[in-house]
């Protein structure tokens, strides 16, 4: 067709399409466009059913009724699926493109009323009521009129690139109604609001309803001329300072002077505009930035002034996007990099979620707790991992300057930030994982109490504000994820805890170390040694036998280091060409690691009447200690060794008085405290032991050397007692428990009060075990003295505890 043909021509159909019923029009749906009479406006029809319907249009030579869709995103619109009133046009022009997209350009006539939608076999067909227009005449009218006019003259001037035809189509235009119609169609509004304009028959509501979408888009307009004129403003003022700093930088130039210090200024000011430092920091680092210009760069000042601003400049100030946390994905980082720790990866996980919900909530502050090897600092990589942030970890332990944490004060030479600005500045992000590692090994000093300056750090009520001593201002550590790990929480002040959520790491049972072996340690360490996994075989029995001869411990260090010994036998026979495959079993292992350093002496120990099984916790874990007793001639004094702390003196105490208020009860002669002393010594006499757990376990050994009946073998226990005879609760319960199973004992007896204390025990451990529950000394008797005649020993020996020792010694 002739560009200057203004009769549309159809195109060539594939089949010729039935005509259109008498009295219906052809409907043209449109997603968000909005036609109105008298307006030209060019129409997209890419969907099957439009090209055929504005096609069976052009053919026909009918006139369409555009309408618009309810919902813009139905591909496939049905007659319940438009807009009651729309506009019947003329097809002015059809043209296909040569992307093959087709556009028909339609000019409003009329608004169409649809009384009734039929469905065709390719379009949809309409009938209706044309509606006419109605006269404008009447002093409201004409205000309104006015009105309009004033604001379609107004937003063509603040409006850039504003076609001259436009401007006179606009000032020629006299009819309320058809000023109305063009203002919208050209309006920077919703399709449901010009629908609105388009459905108002009441000339009076149609004028008001546009005046008032033009007003908000004239006063958005003013406040974008009013921004963009005090931009211009503001980049005046800044082009007119650079051109004199060049032109200076010129002068300086030609004088000869140093143009490295000019060189440097202009790298430092383009540096201060990068880092989008807040208004306050800004100010303080041009500030510093003027001063720098001034001073000499001979003098000291210089390098100092210059030492600062670059802190400034690399400290990570922009607010940084939020990356999304996937749950799903945090949970298998959390299973890949770990094995066991079920209930502490929930708890993960739970705050992970909460931190995906609410990322701009102050979450909670998380500290792990446990032995050393157990994987504190390994989750906290896991966590950044999950949340895909930068990871940074600052080790606390030995800290004992305030500074260390609050930075130096600038007036000093050699001053430096603290470490929390130290490892942001390294983590280049706002957003990072900073783990606070060994925060239990921090202590005061004459320089002040690092603890206390850990007290705003971690808050997150106060720590949008952290001023650092050396930066002089403020900087917001809210958007920091801090975690904190400890071997204990003794060391660490009430205030600090408090600002902390504790969570717990157990040590490691037997079955639980194998499996990490298998999974992480061995592939480790073939890595390290340079061997791949088809120059060497351990088998699992080879790697229990390390884990309970030649290692004991909660976590998983030593065990490494020994499967690190075994391989590296292995690299030299392998690089020697001695073999090409080395297996390893248990048998393999003696020659390589030695005799065996741990071995099950808990049976030998509990043969003779005066010893028992007790439980201990320690930082480094759980773990079984003995308590022996002895019967000497002398006045009825009581002997303690083994350095013992106050607390446990006492309760060694307590267990003596306990059994003399007893002894009638267990078939004791009262006469037998008269005439001899009671020596109780707990062995590893170089380690300092205390706490009031023990009290259950010197009470049985007591009772076991005075009745000569023997404590069975296979039992440990732990509790405070009191002189009333009660079993008190005590901590560490999961620790010890698990210390028990790895020691070989069957049984454990535990206060009843601790019950609460049994889901945390793992799986492994409580299969293992046989759990009897105290709630008097009674019970523990009963449960754990062997029946009497039982001893190996007779009873009359009883009282020679010492020699009973040594025989126990040479079996």
Not at 80 to 107: E, F, K, M, S, W
Not at 391 to 412: C, K, M, N, P
Not at 763 to 774: C, G, S, V
Request: net charge negative; glycine share 8%; aromatic share 4%.
């Amino acid at each position: 067709m002739s560009p200057a043909d203004d009769t549309p021509t159809p195109p060539a159909p594939a089949s010729e399409a039935p005509a259109t019923p008498p009295g219906e029009m052809i409907v043209l749906p449109t997603r968000q466009l909005v036609l109105f009479p008298n307006v030209v406006f060019p129409v997209n029809v890419n969907r099957p059913a439009a090209v055929a319907a504005a096609q069976q249009a052009v053919r026909e030579q009918q006139q369409v009724l555009l309408v618009l869709q309810t919902d813009p995103a139905k591909d496939e619109v049905g007659p319940g699926d438009l807009h009651t009133v729309g506009v019947v046009a003329n097809v002015l022009r059809y043209i296909t493109a040569p992307d093959g997209t087709h556009h028909v350009i339609c000019q409003g006539v009329a608004r169409f009323r649809i009384e009734a939608v039929h469905q065709g076999p390719s379009f949809l067909t309409a009938r209706g009521l044309l509606l006419p227009e109605p006269a404008a005449a009447g002093p409201e009218i004409e205000a309104r009129f006015v009105v309009l006019q004033q604001q379609v003259r107004e937003i063509l001037e603040l409006l850039p690139q504003v076609p001259q035809e436009l401007r006179e189509t606009m000032e020629s235009i006299t009819a309320p109604g058809a000023l109305a119609h063009l203002a919208a169609a050209y309006l920077d509004a919703k399709p449901e609001e010009k629908q609105e304009i388009l459905e108002a028959l009441d000339l009076t509501q149609r004028l008001d309803l546009t005046t008032r979408l033009l007003a908000h888009r004239l006063e958005v307009l003013r406040l974008s001329d009013e921004i963009g004129r005090q931009t211009k403003t503001s980049l005046t003022e800044r082009q007119r300072e650079m051109l004199l700093r060049e032109q200076m930088a010129a002068i300086q130039k030609e004088l000869g002077e140093d143009e490295g210090a000019g060189a440097q200024i202009a790298e430092l000011e383009a540096a201060i505009e990068k880092a989008q430092m807040p208004d306050e920091v800004a100010a303080l680092a041009r500030k510093e930035l003027r001063r720098l210009q001034r001073t000499p760069d001979s003098s000291p000042e210089s390098g100092i002034i210059r030492t600062y601003l670059e802190t400034l400049t690399e400290l990570p100030w922009a607010i940084p996007a939020t990356p999304p946390i996937d749950i799903a994905d945090a949970r298998r980082i959390l299973d890949e990099d770990h094995y066991g720790l079920t209930k502490i990866k929930d708890r993960i996980v739970e705050y992970l979620a909460v931190r995906k919900l609410a990322p701009e909530g102050k979450a909670p502050i998380l500290c792990f707790v446990g032995p050393p090897g157990v994987g504190k600092t390994s989750l906290g990589q896991s966590i950044a991992r999950a949340m895909g942030r930068a990871f940074v970890r600052v080790s606390l332990g030995g800290v004992h300057d305030e500074a260390e944490i609050r930075g130096h004060r600038r007036t000093y030479i050699g001053a430096l930030p603290g470490r929390i600005i130290q490892a942001l500045r390294k983590a280049k992000s706002r957003d990072c994982v900073m783990m606070l590692d060994e925060i239990d090994k921090m202590g005061a000093g004459v320089q002040g109490d690092p603890f206390a300056a850990m007290l705003e750090v971690l808050d997150p009520e106060q720590n949008n504000a952290f001023v650092d001593n050396y930066l002089g201002a403020p900087f917001d550590l809210s958007r920091v994820a801090f975690l904190t790990t400890a071997n204990m929480l003794d060391t660490i002040p009430g205030p600090l805890r408090d600002r902390m959520e504790i969570i717990s790491l157990p040590g490691y049972t037997a079955g639980e170390k194998l499996e990490i072996a298998k999974r992480y340690l061995l592939r480790r360490q073939l890595v390290a040694n340079g061997l791949n996994p088809d120059q060497v075989e351990i088998e699992p029995a080879a790697l229990t036998r390390i884990i309970e001869g030649y290692t004991r411990e909660a976590g998983v260090r030593n065990l490494e280091r020994e499967i690190g010994r075994v391989l590296r036998h292995v690299a030299v026979r392998v690089a020697e060409g001695s073999a090409e495959k080395v297996h390893i079993g248990p048998d393999d292992l003696e020659p390589i690691l030695g005799p065996l350093r741990f071995e099950n002496e808990v049976a030998m120990r509990t043969s003779i009447p005066g010893v028992s099984t007790g439980l201990a916790w320690t930082p480094v874990g759980g773990d079984i200690l003995f308590i022996e007793a002895a019967r000497i001639p002398g006045g009825g004094r009581l002997i303690l060794t083994g350095q013992l702390g106050e607390v446990m003196r006492e309760s060694a105490q307590a267990a003596l008085s306990l059994v003399k208020g007893y002894a009638q009860k267990l078939g004791i002669d009262p006469g037998a405290f008269e005439h001899s002393d009671i020596h109780v010594h707990v062995p590893a006499g170089a380690t300092p032991k205390d706490g009031p757990s023990a009290g259950v376990a010197m009470f049985m050994a007591l009772t076991s050397l005075l009745t000569g009946r023997t404590v069975r073998s296979d039992t440990a226990m732990t509790g405070e007692i009191s002189l009333r005879g009660l079993v008190l609760p005590v901590g560490g319960i999961k620790e010890k428990v698990v210390a028990a199973a790895g020691a070989g004992l069957k049984r454990v007896m535990l206060p009843a009060r601790n019950r609460r204390d049994y889901e945390e025990i793992p799986e492994e451990a409580r299969e293992k075990l046989e759990f009897i529950w105290l709630e008097r000394v009674e019970d523990a008797v009963a449960a754990a003295l062997e029946p009497a005649g039982s001893a190996q020993d007779a009873p009359g020996a009883a009282p020679l505890g010492g020699t009973q020792e040594q025989a126990a010694r040479g079996r």
